[in-house]
């Protein structure tokens, strides 16, 4: 519970002293728009780190090498814990906004660091919003932005994955950005398996082999979905015995 506390501490701090580092941020836009871009981002990403600090998160990371550092991408994951989005967006090397559902737009604050990040807020429940969302999406990525999504939809309750769905993948397809599989092996194990207890807890991070959606044949492009989860399914499955 202290780890809870603590970390919950933090966060007021911070998002206290975020209301006037937006009005810094958006001078620096003024002026130098990707310069505010950059500053946002590390701001952000120190601070998952701090919380991966406090929660007694150790990962291990594989495949770093994997990620391209002149192109955008699209980062693909599954997805067990909150912590999951914490872990990666931390050690992500670019600009990157993630896909997150439509009611995180409601929170305070959160939501304004997330609209500097370039994330996407997705309404599932209406299918008009929806292709707006990835319209917004792929205009990010021929921008240079990278977009992180878990297609699952959901976070799973039990750590298997569910069914990707194949329109999540949109942003590749119609881009032609190659896909990043990025896989977390026991993140539930932070928070979600004894929650609102967060353990110290050991995780593993691999960032898979690039998949250039362009090259691959008819079948696989056309459920793009299910080939990249098979590649995830993998990887997560040999990374079970690192935990």
């Known amino acids: 519970m202290l780890r809870l506390i603590i970390t919950a501490l933090f966060l007021v701090v911070f998002f206290i002293f975020s ?6 941020l958006w001078i620096i836009g003024k ?43 699209l980062y693909v994951g599954n997805h067990n814990s909150n912590f999951d989005t914490i872990i990666v967006y931390s050690m992500l090397p670019g600009l990157t906004g993630f896909v997150a559902k439509k009611e995180m737009e409601k929170i305070p604050l959160l939501h304004h660091w997330m609209k500097l990040l370039y994330c996407l807020f997705l309404d599932r429940k209406n299918i008009k919003e929806g292709l707006k969302t990835v319209l917004q999406g792929i205009e990010y990525i021929k921008n240079g932005i990278s977009i992180t999504i878990f297609p699952e939809g959901t976070r799973s309750k039990t750590g298997e994955m569910a069914p990707f769905k194949e329109g999540s993948l949109k942003f590749a397809e119609k881009t032609g950005c190659k896909i990043i599989p990025v896989v977390q092996n026991n993140t539930r194990e932070i928070m979600e398996a004894h929650s609102p207890f967060i353990r110290k807890t050991h995780t593993v991070l691999e960032f898979g082999e690039p998949i250039d959606v362009k090259s691959l044949d008819k079948e696989q492009k056309k459920f793009l979905g299910a080939y ?15 935990v």
């Open 228 to 242: 990249t989860q098979e590649i995830i399914q993998k990887i997560y499955d040999k990374n079970k015995a690192l």
């Open 19 to 24: 209301i006037p580092m937006f009005g810094i």
């Open 31 to 73: 002026f130098n728009k990707p310069k505010k871009d950059i500053i946002a981002l590390r701001i952000v990403q120190w601070a998952f780190k701090v919380i991966r600090f406090l929660c007694g998160v150790k990962t291990t990371v594989i495949g770093y090498e994997n990620i391209p550092k002149d192109e955008p991408v």
